[in-house]
């Protein structure tokens, strides 16, 4: 089993940055990569990007490129998602998720972010 805690959310103005953290516990040899999602209220989960366990190929949905990053610090099983010129759009729930097969198969618990205008 792999266990993934997010970390990071919190409120933040309009044109702000926050860096959010994922670390992976458990069997952490098993991951394959990681990803992460965010949903707003009443709206389906999106599909933010990705980077393998290895920290390299690390990819990003069309509309996340230029503001936000995903990298990974290998020594401490965690991977970041920092997020740049933050909109009130941007405001939902983050997720990540651990692929260890072929879906995302373990998921932490969210943190919530709010960008105020």
């Known amino acids: 089993q792999v266990q993934l805690v997010e970390s990071g959310g919190g409120l933040v103005q309009e044109g702000g940055s926050l860096r959010l953290s994922c670390t992976a516990s458990g069997r952490t040899y098993s991951i394959v990569g990681v990803g992460w999602f965010r949903q707003a209220l009443g709206k389906d989960r999106e599909v933010l990007g990705a980077i393998d366990w290895s920290g390299g190929n690390a990819r990003y949905a069309d509309s996340m490129k230029g503001r936000f990053t995903i990298f990974k610090a290998n020594a401490k099983n965690t991977v970041y998602l920092q997020m740049n010129s933050l909109k009130p759009e941007d405001t939902a729930v983050y997720y990540c998720?651990?692929?260890?097969?072929?879906?995302?198969?373990?998921w932490g618990q969210g943190t919530q972010v709010t960008v105020s205008s």
């Open positions: 998720a651990a692929k260890v097969g072929y879906e995302y198969d373990s």
